[in-house]
C-alpha cells in the first residue's frame, strides 16, 4: 500500500524539510502552500489554508490521486513581530487564521480521509512555552496549538494520533533574514541552531517510522536545550 504525507506549508523552511523527506522515504507527498512547490514528483497545491473550500477539493484530489493519507503535517505558519503597540485586528486574523484556523480547518478536511493509524503533528514553537520579546501575537497562536493538539487527540484517538513538535531556533531563511538568530546562539546549550532537516527527522518519527505508535498529545521540545521542561 502507498504511504501518503501531507504537508501544509511545504514550500520552504520546515514544511520543505518535511516533503523531502517523506519522499526520500518512498511516500507520495502533497505540498499544500501559497507558493505551490518546485519539488520533482510531489503533488503541489496552491491555496489559502485558511480556505475550508479550497482545503476540502484538496482533500477530494489527494484521496483521489495518491491514496488515503497517512500523515498529516500542519506546517504552515507565519510569525510577523507583534507588541501591544504594534497589534491591529488585522494582524491578529492573519496570524491566529494562518497558524492555528488553519491547522483546524487542514486536520477538518483530512482527517476523515486518513488511513487507520495514520497520524498528525502540529507545529507549535518553544514561544508556546517561554515568549519572546516583540512575538506577542505569535507566541499566544503557539500556546493555542499545544492545547488543541491535546483536544484533537482526545477526539480522534484511537483511529488517529496527534502531537506536537516545538522547535526551538530553527536556521530557515526567515530566521536568517533578521538578527535575532545570531544573537540568540550563545544562549543555546548546544550551541547552535537546529537545521529543517533536524526538525523533519522529529515530525517523521512521530508520523511515518512507526516507532511512536503509543504518544499522543504530545508537545515535543527540540531547543538544544534552550527550554527545558
Known amino acids: 500500500m502507498t504511504r501518503v504525507a501531507v504537508v501544509t506549508g511545504g514550500s520552504s523552511g520546515m514544511g520543505l524539510a518535511c516533503v523531502r523527506r517523506y519522499r ?12 505551490g512547490s518546485g519539488e520533482r514528483d510531489v503533488l503541489a497545491v496552491a491555496l489559502d489554508v485558511t480556505d475550508p473550500e479550497a482545503l476540502a477539493a484538496a482533500a477530494r484530489r489527494i484521496e483521489a490521486e495518491l491514496g488515503a493519507p ?13 507588541t501591544l503597540e504594534t497589534v491591529t485586528v488585522d494582524l491578529y486574523r492573519r496570524v491566529f487564521d494562518v497558524n492555528v484556523l488553519g ?11 486518513m488511513a ?22 505569535y507566541c499566544a497562536a503557539k500556546a493555542a496549538i499545544v492545547q488543541l493538539t491535546k ?9 488517529l494520533r496527534v502531537n ?25 546549550p548546544l550551541s547552535r541552531a537546529a537545521t529543517p532537516e533536524e526538525m523533519a527527522d522529529l515530525v517523521f518519527l ?18 538544544g536545550g534552550l527550554v527545558l521542561r
Open 70 to 82: 497517512t500523515a498529516l503535517v500542519n506546517a504552515a505558519g507565519v510569525f510577523p513581530p507583534t
Open 24 to 35: 526520500a522515504e518512498g511516500f507520495a507527498v502533497a505540498s499544500l502552500d501559497l507558493a
Open 206 to 223: 512521530l508520523a511515518g517510522e512507526e516507532r511512536a505508535l503509543y504518544v499522543t498529545g504530545e508537545t515535543v521540545v527540540a531547543s
Open 151 to 159: 483536544s484533537l487527540a482526545l477526539e480522534l484517538g484511537p483511529r
Open 164 to 188: 506536537a513538535l516545538a522547535p526551538g531556533w530553527v536556521d530557515t531563511p526567515g530566521t536568517q533574514a533578521n538578527e535575532r538568530l545570531a544573537a540568540a546562539i550563545p544562549r543555546i
Open 103 to 113: 491547522t483546524v480547518l487542514a486536520t477538518q478536511a483530512f482527517a476523515p480521509r
Open 116 to 137: 487507520d493509524g495514520g497520524a498528525i503533528v502540529n507545529f507549535s514553537s518553544i514561544n508556546a512555552f517561554t515568549p519572546s520579546p516583540g512575538q506577542l501575537l
